[in-house]
């Protein structure tokens, strides 16, 4: 079944301590992204990936990190969490990059609630 | 650059009445636009896309849009609501990126 999968689906952690949400697709996607998800503000992205060891700032960056050494995984890091950063979390990938050329929409995975005490 | 305004935050409306959820977009090029769902507790998954061709687009579920490039919206309706189509409802645009509106919620009363 093609899926993104994130784990974990729940989290709650204290502030400092560094954690990691992993993402995982199975369609051979060359675009990742990360979001987050915050009442009355939709969806913000803080990272997203082009391709493998390309990745880039969304709107939100401060405070993640991300790495995408393989095609289908792109975790996202919290080095030092804190709990402005209590929020939903989701991982989505595409087909390919958005653009003029690019028809395809976002997979999404079923996201991560992550509470920072 | 590209944004996505969705005018309701929150729609109630009752068991088998008609809906209209409200999208305009803001762009100086050409885009795609897109309408997902979240339900309770799930991911986002899309509903349905306007991409060229025709300006009204159905989509899963008896939803259907409507592309108005002279007004950038791409409204969403539905004829009659159920229950279950109680859920988020987010309008997306894309240009280099994937830009989404803040949501809609909308509660379908019995």
């Known amino acids: 079944e093609a899926q993104v999968t994130q784990n974990p689906r729940y989290l709650i952690t204290v502030t400092g301590k560094k954690l990691t949400v992993t993402c995982s697709q199975n369609m051979n996607h060359e675009y990742m992204s990360w979001y987050r998800q915050d009442p009355g503000l939709g969806l913000r992205q803080i990272y997203y990936?082009?391709?493998?060891?390309?990745?880039d700032k969304g709107d939100v960056p401060e405070g993640y990190k991300v790495s995408r050494k393989e095609k289908r995984n792109f975790p996202l890091i919290l080095e030092s969490p804190s709990p402005n950063q209590t929020s939903l979390y989701f991982c989505?990938?595409?087909?390919?990059?958005?653009?003029?050329?690019?028809?395809?929409?976002?997979?999404f995975g079923e996201g991560s609630r992550l509470t920072v005490l | 650059a590209q944004s996505v305004t969705q005018l309701d935050s929150q729609v109630p409306v009752f068991e088998e009445a008609p809906v209209e959820l409200r999208c305009n977009y803001s762009?100086?090029?050409?885009?795609?636009l897109f309408w997902y769902v979240q339900y309770p507790n799930q991911g986002l998954q899309l509903l349905l896309k306007?991409?060229?061709?025709?300006?009204l687009v159905k989509g899963i579920n008896g939803f259907e849009a409507e592309f108005n490039k002279s007004q950038t919206s791409f409204h969403l309706r539905k004829p009659s609501v159920h229950i279950s189509d109680t859920a988020e409802y987010f309008c997306?645009?894309?240009?280099?990126?994937?830009?989404f509106g803040t949501g809609t919620s909308l509660t379908v009363i019995p």
């Open positions: 989505a990938s595409s087909l390919s990059p958005p653009g003029p050329l690019a028809t395809g929409e976002l997979f």
């Open positions: 997306a645009v894309t240009g280099n990126q994937f830009y």
């Open positions: 990936s082009m391709n493998v060891e390309v990745t």
């Open positions: 306007y991409l060229s061709g025709s300006t």
């Open positions: 762009s100086s090029v050409s885009v795609y």
